[in-house]
């Protein structure tokens, strides 16, 4: 398998200016070569720290057709996009995943490379999401969110009972006989599933009867961490969820974060560090990007707004009173000796 391999992400953003260099800088040292990110009614400033990155040849940057179209489920509207344009016909893989997932490939060196080989001939390989929760901490910081959220579910087990199922994001290979990329996995051509090469990340073929239509989780039966995992910091800190919660969903406008969403993702059952061999390679690579000062003034910009936001949000009583309630239920649910802040 060529060394020189492509590989294309496809990524909406919105307001996630303080994390958007660590992700960036992390997946192209394990191979995303083709980073397409796509960003809507940004207000922190993450749509011009993008465009420097675009300048710079790190990253392309799209304004999301959704501003266009004048919709409000942008992710959908990405994916509409991303299946007419021609840049994925010039790569090998592609995979839809977002600003607050990680893939962390637990084979090798830790490289896409060390995954595609182990999962050689396969057409599509789908990778289980691994929730990380917020592991206690509090404030925003400028720690790499793959050193500070460490606590997350145990690879076994069912942590909520009423969903047991675990999502998923699949790497499809360009030329593959499929209908459409999708966000979590391609559509197969009705009736024609059972010609893909579909794989978990264990390298263990999909049964036919799951490649009907896109997967978007997998049963225990069929959930692995053995080769890669996806790791989904899904809340970061407890003041940074206020901003995600303000945000809203990318999909759902009337479905925004809230303490539902919050005690479904912050699970900190068990420590998992084993991203973290790359987190040296990663704080290099980000000094490096800063060296650039319009970069570095962008991105500075971006962490001043995000402190900002925070600051009135927790002016706001609705969000004053959500931020309390969230450290309360970690306190209950994780922390129980901890005294109350």
């Known amino acids: 398998m060529a060394k020189d391999m492509r590989v294309a992400s496809i990524t909406p953003v919105k307001n996630e200016g303080p994390f958007i260099l660590e992700w960036v800088a992390y997946h192209r040292l394990i191979g995303v070569t083709d980073p397409l990110i796509f960003s809507n009614d940004c207000t922190d400033g993450s749509d011009l720290l993008l465009d420097r990155l675009d300048e710079m040849g790190l990253v392309r940057h799209y304004a999301n057709p959704s501003m266009i179209m004048e919709i409000r489920r942008h992710h959908l509207a990405v994916i509409k996009y991303i299946n007419k344009l021609s840049r994925l016909r010039r790569v090998d893989w592609v995979i839809s995943f ?103 990340a264990a390298n263990a073929a999909l049964p036919d009867e799951l490649k009907t239509r896109e997967i978007k989780s997998l049963d225990e039966t069929y959930v692995s961490y053995e080769l890669a995992q996806l790791n989904h910091y899904a809340l970061r800190s407890m003041d940074s969820f206020l901003t995600q919660a303000a945000r809203g969903n990318a999909n759902h406008a009337d479905q925004p974060a809230d303490l539902g969403y919050w005690r479904r993702y912050n699970i900190n059952e068990v420590e998992n560090n084993r991203i973290q061999r790359w987190s040296a390679s990663v704080r290099a690579a980000v000094a490096e990007m800063l060296k650039d000062a319009e970069l570095a003034a962008l991105y500075r910009n971006c962490v001043v707004a995000h402190r900002g936001h925070i600051k009135e949000l927790r002016q706001v009583p609705e969000f004053a009173d959500l931020r309390r309630r969230v450290g309360r239920v970690h306190r209950r649910g994780w922390e129980q000796q901890e005294p109350a802040a």
């Open 98 to 200: 977002d600003m607050d997932e990680f893939i962390c490939v637990n084979t090798g060196a830790g490289r896409l490379l060390d995954l595609f080989q182990a999962c050689d001939g396969a057409d599509v390989i789908s990778i289980n999401q691994l929730n990380f929760g917020c592991a206690g901490h509090q404030q925003f910081t400028e720690e790499l969110q793959i050193d500070r959220f460490d606590k997350c579910q145990a690879y076994t087990g069912r942590t909520n009972p009423r969903n047991p199922r675990r999502g998923v994001k699949s790497f499809t290979r360009v030329g593959a006989d499929v209908k459409l990329i999708t966000n979590h996995s391609p559509r197969p051509f009705p009736g024609r599933g059972n010609e893909l090469h579909w794989v978990n």
